[in-house]
């Protein structure tokens, strides 16, 4: 694993830490990556709960309680799926922290709606409602999904640390 990854991962386990809390993911475009970066630091068994792959609808439906209403409505790569496969990651682990992923990581399956590099997170905490983000990577297939799996990291400890409560 590269610098830039072990090191996320490792200030991702001290945030976890030090708020006695632990991490459950719910991936989709990144089929597991993240979770693989996390239990490569020595030590995650402490925070890291489990890992969801939920590549399909099905799994996604079956694994975290996506509703079929939402998905039809709204697509896998969506902020509103995202969203229910971050608190379905929740409720279905002993996580107190989630995230969640799904992305167009390309070649193909983009949309001028929906374009490949699009990738939709969402992050939550129990009693807190989940908060979600879109971004746009370029690059091909792996660069796509690696940037997926740091902007993740990265903005569970920026963006929605900020936002979730400090401890249970």
């Not at 890992?51 to 079956?62: I, Q």
């Not at 079929?68 to 996580?95: C, D, F, N, P, Y």
């Not at 939709?120 to 940037?147: K, L, M, N, Y």
Request: aromatic share 6%; charged share 20%; with cysteine.
């Amino acid at each position: 694993m590269d610098t830039q990854l072990a090191t996320l991962s490792a200030e991702v386990g001290a945030w976890l830490a030090r708020r006695g809390w632990r991490l459950a993911t719910a991936e989709s475009c990144t089929g597991g990556w993240i979770a693989e970066v996390v239990t490569a630091t020595a030590g995650s068994s402490g925070w890291f709960d489990r890992g969801f792959v939920t590549y399909s609808n099905e799994a996604k439906m079956e694994m975290l309680g996506v509703s079929a209403a939402t998905l039809a409505a709204h697509g896998a790569v969506s902020e509103e799926t995202v969203r229910e496969m971050a608190a379905g990651a929740l409720a279905a682990s002993r996580a107190d922290v989630t995230l969640a992923v799904s992305g167009i990581a390309g070649p193909t399956g983009g949309t001028p709606a929906k374009p490949v590099g699009m990738v939709c997170f969402a992050w939550a905490a129990a009693g807190t409602a989940p908060r979600t983000a879109v971004h746009h990577f370029s690059g091909d297939r792996e660069a796509i999904r690696r940037q997926a799996v740091v902007v993740g990291l990265r903005e569970l400890l920026a963006e929605a640390g900020a936002h979730l409560p400090e401890a249970r």
